[in-house]
């Protein structure tokens, strides 16, 4: 018997031999074949093109995934290629298993020996055929982030370096960055890090990779990386690939990083036949090494290529293209192209400002609880937001309303790592005896207090049965805890009690706020460099903002703990609640795009960092918002902002003034936009933006940018104007609280039972005769 075929044996196969699958009659007569019919005409001309390099612009909704498959399918059943001759790299494991059922399904069986995957997944079958080359074994194991983490910190520890200081978890992001562009441990400038590690950072990377070597392991940047340096020293292995491989497919192309680049263009010297196929106006993962220069400068890597646009999208009404194609237009670097239908016209895009964000979300509510009514499914609506924090005023909302819903991406607010740290301090401070809360931070931010300290305190509380906050405090009284140990602790008790004290005398959103930054764990997430770091400080911002809502700690957290996972029992009909970028590739009938303001969205972070890249990114994020909605798109902005306890003026976003005007609802603040673009200068109007706040109804607006709280709050800011006449029984309306009647008048403070919030005591310069 033969024994079996090596799997990652590379082989001259200069004819293409027989294809999988019956074979239609005249195989060569494409203009019959059955597998192009339904196909328009752009993308029949990807999908045959032959002779050339070819770039696919597929726009949001075009039918990229359809071209890509039949294209694979086509050089199979024309016999151009055998299955073992087509490299088809995608970016998801689950799209590259759709991709191969969609195949077999065109060519009606298995495309046995295509080499189909994601660019880590095809690097691991490349290194373990010629591990060797690259100084590892061909069972080399692929470490996990953990892993990394801990290797690193190790390094750190034997160099003597602080590692709350410097966290391990910072320098792996760093390290990762320098992989992503294919930078070897040689290729990096010891400053290239600043000062972090005290200037060591690329000597500990040297010492990382060495470490790795050791232990016949890799990290995920290694899978591309290594394959860049073994073609690169290696030129012979490289040209077994060159003649393994005929034709080779890039799905998402605009999402490529630098060594991603290398790699495809080492590979694509031996072949002409090469297609990409991305949409430069959806690349919005620059944050995490993505450069859209790639796909820009296509023409220039592969000279005589052929680009064949996109443009007619099945997705999205005419209305919702037409404003997305205008507001992306305004970015300077990108191929060019329009979307457009066959569709009809649908709804025209609805665009609200509103007071705040407790308003945006109760007005969005109302708006899905009415689309429920008329029967639309809730799971064809989607609420993308630009930042995490944004998620929690939603899902209060939804909880208030019985809305069932999920957060695509991530965990629900409450449920999010940083929160819950926040909140165990919170109920220790509180309820001391709360065991679970006090072991969760216990040695959060690290104190120096590791497992041998918590089997102490432990022993204590069993022995005595009390609680482990009691069982420290006992602990202090003997010499059972060490030196370190018992510093810690007693800092942490002397600090506990003294934040209890602190409830009796001061407002509990300050007491709050004094915890987190007495603790160390604010300061711990700003020294955290990593990525996610910024977004966690804005979840403990957002988390002072729903202390606004009650008098006291402990309602807000009896709050807490009654909150119900509603999607239980739910099925699948949830309202969806993601960030921008965890929307791209899904679509909805409906899509609420809140929160558009200067700052929020364009984020001022990308802005600072970045410059004109930064914003042109954050531009094609709004257009991949706009183009998830396929009838009807709302999107909203806030004259207000609450940002750690603190209100703040919020200027309309400079994409609002890119939509087109006749695009908008008639019913919506179009006329804002008609009036603003024509150059009005009444009214109430934002000097920084433009903006005419008056023709929005938001008439009290701080006239001198000033900030209105809470009206339970004593340092409310009155508005100035005229008073008006109000009496009991009369209907009024509230920018916050909306429509109300007053049931008592005491002087300028008035009782008034609102339809949506109830009973409030409010004053008189913020109410309107309705």
Known sequence: MAPPADPFEITDDPEPGPVPGPQPAGTRAVASAAYLDGLNEEQRLAVIHQGGPLLVLAGAGTGKTRVLTTRIAHQLITGRSRPSQILAVTFTNKAARE??????????????????????SVGVRVLRRHAELVGLKSNFTILDTDDQTRLIKQLLQAEGIDDKKWPARVLSGIIQRWKDRALAPDK??????????????AEIYKQYQARLAEVNAVDFGDLVMLCVILWQQHPDILAQYHRRFRHILVDEYQDTN???YLWLRLLAQGTQDVCC????DQSIYGWRGAEVGNILRFEKDFPGATIVRLERNYRSTPH????ASHLIAHNERRLGKTLWTELKDGERISLRGVWDGDEEARQIGEEIEALQRDKHPLAQIAILVRAGFQTREFEERFITLGLPYRVIGGPRFYERMEIRDALAYCRVTVQPDDDLAFERIYNTPRRGLGESALRTLRIIQRAQKVSLFEAVRRALETDELKGRQRKALGDLVQSF???RSMLEGLNHIEVVETILDESGYTDMLRADRSPEAEGRLENLKELTNALQEFDSLPAFLEHVALLTDNAENAGSDMVSVMTLHAAKGLEFDTVFLPGWEEGLFPNQRALDDKGLAGLEEERRLAYVGL???????????????????????AIPSRFLKELPTDRLAESSDAGLYATYSAGHHGGLRDQASGFDYESLGVTHMGRARTRWRDETTADRHAVDGDKPDLSVGQRVFHQKFGYGRIVAVDGNKLDIEFEKAGPKKVLDSFIEAA
């Open 320 to 323: 919702i293209l037409a404003a």
């Open 258 to 260: 630098v060594a991603q």
């Open 277 to 280: 196929v991305g949409d430069d």
């Open 627 to 649: 183009t998830r909605a396929r009838k009807r798109a709302y999107v909203s902005f806030a004259a207000n902002r609450r940002v750690f306890n603190q209100w703040q003026a």
């Open 188 to 201: 990096v400038a010891s400053d290239d890090a600043g000062d972090f590690a005290n200037g060591k950072a």
């Open 497 to 499: 009690d003294r934040w």
């Open 99 to 120: 991709m191969l059922e969609r195949v077999a399904q065109l060519i009606g069986g298995a495309a046995d020996g295509m080499w189909l995957g994601t660019f880590h």
